[in-house]
């Protein structure tokens, strides 16, 4: 009988699938982006978001800081989401808070260490780096990785569609 822990660590990505228009406008899909978008309308000056998320030239109109304050804006809602299933993370890591991927390669390696079972549910959308390494370089026997839209099973419906349209790296 085991008796082993899981661990659970949300992986917030750098959001870079945030940028295809087909992921925001399927983002739209999803109740606590739309309420996202709405509360945080007034922080984009000459800029409606719901615009800025179904027009690709619209979104290229944002300014670096303001595509960035979308982006974590978006993975937010999306967390606030995932937090409503119940469930507390151990660890939260942000794909921003780190200069290049080896410093997170380096975090995930001494989790890896560890006794407990990894959870890794990603808040993305999508995956990064990350996914590839945990698969060929550590070599994790199961797999430990989630989607939070994938793993949502009100959200699911449409989103292995859009995955297979764009051949994410999962």
């Given at each position: 009988?085991?008796?082993?822990?899981?661990?659970?660590?949300?992986?917030f990505?750098?959001?870079?699938?945030?940028?295809?228009?087909?992921?925001?406008?399927?983002?739209?899909?999803?109740?606590?982006?739309?309420?996202?978008?709405?509360?945080?309308?007034?922080?984009?000056?000459?800029?409606?978001?719901?615009?800025?998320?179904?027009?690709?030239?619209?979104?290229?109109?944002?300014?670096?800081?303001?595509?960035?304050?979308l982006?974590?804006?978006?993975?937010?809602?999306?967390?606030?989401?995932?937090?409503?299933?119940?469930?507390?993370?151990?660890?939260?890591?942000?794909?921003?808070?780190?200069?290049?991927?080896?410093?997170?390669?380096?975090?995930?390696?001494?989790?890896?260490?560890?006794?407990?079972?990894?959870?890794?549910?990603?808040?993305?959308?999508?995956?990064?780096?990350?996914?590839?390494?945990?698969?060929?370089?550590?070599?994790?026997?199961?797999?430990?990785?989630?989607?939070?839209?994938?793993?949502?099973?009100?959200?699911?419906?449409?989103?292995?569609?859009?995955?297979?349209?764009?051949?994410?790296?999962?």
């Open positions: 009988m085991s008796n082993a822990v899981t661990m659970t660590v949300i992986y990505t750098d959001g870079a699938l945030i940028e295809d228009l087909h992921i925001r406008k399927s983002l739209l899909r999803i109740p606590e982006i739309i309420t996202c978008l709405r509360e945080n309308q007034k922080e984009f000056l000459n800029c409606d978001l719901f615009i800025a998320m179904m027009d690709q030239n619209v979104f290229n109109l944002l300014n670096y800081y303001q595509k960035q304050r982006k974590m804006t978006l993975q937010q809602a999306l967390y606030t989401r995932w937090l409503r299933q119940g469930v507390e993370p151990d660890l939260i890591i942000r794909r921003r808070d780190y200069e290049d991927f080896s410093q997170i390669a380096s975090t995930f390696v001494k989790l890896s260490t560890l006794e407990e079972t990894l959870k890794i549910v990603t808040i993305g959308p999508g995956f990064d780096e990350l996914e590839p390494f945990l698969r060929l370089k550590l070599k994790l026997k199961s797999s430990p990785l989630f989607d939070m839209i994938s793993q949502d099973p009100n959200l699911g419906w449409f989103w292995n569609d859009v995955k297979s349209g764009l051949q994410l790296h999962s």
